[in-house]
Nanobody, 123 residues
Framework: QVQLVESGGGLVQAGGSLRLSCAAS????????FGWFRQAPGKEREFVAA????????AYRDSVKGRFTMSRDNAKNTVYLQMNSLNAEDTAVYYC????????????????WGQGTQVTVSS
């Protein structure tokens, strides 16, 4: 059973930075993709970033390009989301997801989800 545990959320001022971590266990992830999604109150869950475990290819939603960077540490089975230049629109619960994914931007493609971590950006 795959388990995903997120950490690193918190309260930060606008313009600040946070790094989210997602520790994965329970499987060999060489064929998986990992994604970060977020959900703000009253809004649908939206794609933020994704990475293919094999090869490390990444993808981002337009509004975070140049500010967010997703990476992985093979030895630790952990993926990260470095978030810089945060603004109030980035406030949401951030979820880590994993699975055999075709299209990385669709939540339905992911079979495993973490519990979420709150990111709050004060303006």
């Amino acid at each position: 059973q795959v388990q995903l545990v997120e950490s690193g959320g918190g309260l930060v001022q606008a313009g600040g930075s946070l790094r989210l971590s997602c520790a994965a266990s329970g499987y060999t992830f060489s064929r998986y993709a990992f994604g970060w999604f977020r959900q703000a109150p009253g809004k649908e869950r939206e794609f933020v970033a994704a990475i293919r475990w094999s090869g490390g290819r990444t993808a981002y939603r337009d509004s975070v390009k140049g500010r967010f960077t997703m990476s992985r540490d093979n030895a630790k089975n952990t993926v990260y989301l470095q978030m810089n230049s945060l603004n109030a629109e980035d406030t949401a619960v951030y979820y880590c997801a994993a699975g055999y994914v075709g299209s990385v931007g669709w939540p339905s493609e992911y079979g495993y989800w973490g519990q979420g971590t709150q990111v709050t950006v004060s303006s």
